[in-house]
């Protein structure tokens, strides 16, 4: 049986390629399946090539190059090529990131105890100041294993066939420049009643970034956060999203004061973080629009 995995590689993230195709080498491979590999590089990288050539050894692998510098566009390539093919599972992963070498193995297990058909897993950080820990850990989902969810992320999930044999949905590529359209496309999978779970043995380590060690990026980020889901609302709910995005913007703000009443380290984390994902979308009424993806 085959299984297909997906990964974007673009040129910011040249740094960690090296370590993440290492870390794609130790992958192990349950017995009765197959392993390909699908590299979408953007159009001006093609020596890359020879890089993955000289790495990957382990594996099958099969190259796409994308002339458009658009993530959406390039994870639908993906999903055009699985239409074509016979196929059991497939699956997204980031190129920042170190993969555990279990994350296949444990991902088929999941498939095979849950009743599910896409599995999403944790993402860790590597962190250099350990003040940031907190951060890091704030911004990502806290999810039990097994748990029922409406959505997960391209840098870490899982999917079985259905996904490409019985919709048509696809990534959209108006949110190109604002992130999100991995939440919006298995939120909206999720409408159409497909199962989605959280697998917390098949993990991923995001490598160490030092921009992103810095307060501001994470408050861009959640601005960004609160606008993006303005966008995911609105292609949701429609006209619905006129009364849900205002009750949204109300919702953050009263829990980020609400966490000002105990004023711990944390709580001041994630209050800053509530209150700019309010500000994104208080400001996205007004067209307000970020200049570039954070």
Not at 178 to 207: A, C, M, P, R, V
Request: proline content about 2%; hydrophobic content about 40%; glycine content about 4%.
């Amino acid at each position: 049986m085959r299984i297909y995995i997906c990964v974007l590689i673009s040129r910011k993230n040249l740094k960690f390629l090296n370590s993440f195709l290492n870390s794609l080498n130790q992958i192990i491979v349950p017995k009765n399946y197959k392993l390909k590999l699908v590299f979408i590089i953007e159009s001006d990288l093609v020596i890359v090539k020879s890089f993955l050539k000289k790495i990957i050894k382990r594996v099958d692998y099969t190259i796409f190059l994308n002339s458009k510098k658009s993530i959406p566009h390039s994870r639908n390539i993906f999903l055009k090529f699985l239409k074509k093919q016979t196929y059991e599972f497939g699956g997204f992963l980031d190129d920042d990131s170190i993969v555990n070498n279990k994350w296949l193995l444990n991902m088929v297990k999941f498939f095979n105890n849950y009743d599910c058909d896409i599995a999403g897993g944790p993402q860790k950080h590597q962190v250099k100041n350990t003040k940031f820990e907190d951060f890091f850990n704030i911004i990502e989902p806290k999810r039990y294993h097994g748990e029922l969810v409406k959505w997960v992320a391209t840098n870490n999930c899982f999917f079985s066939k259905k996904i490409t044999k019985n919709t048509k949905i696809t990534f959209d590529n108006n949110l190109t420049n604002y992130g999100g359209s991995d939440q919006l496309f298995f939120s909206q999978l999720s409408k159409k009643n497909f199962i989605l779970k959280w697998n917390t043995s098949s993990y991923i380590t995001e490598k160490y970034q030092t921009e992103r060690e810095n307060k501001l990026w994470f408050l861009k980020r959640n601005l960004r956060f609160g606008y993006s889901g303005n966008l995911i609302d609105k292609k949701n709910y429609g006209y619905l999203s006129k009364i849900l995005v205002p009750i949204k913007i109300v919702h953050l703000f009263s829990n980020a004061l609400v966490l000002l009443i105990i004023p711990t380290r944390k709580n001041l984390i994630k209050s800053s973080f509530l209150f700019f994902r309010a500000v994104g979308r208080l400001i996205g009424l007004f067209n307000y629009k970020p200049k570039k993806y954070i």
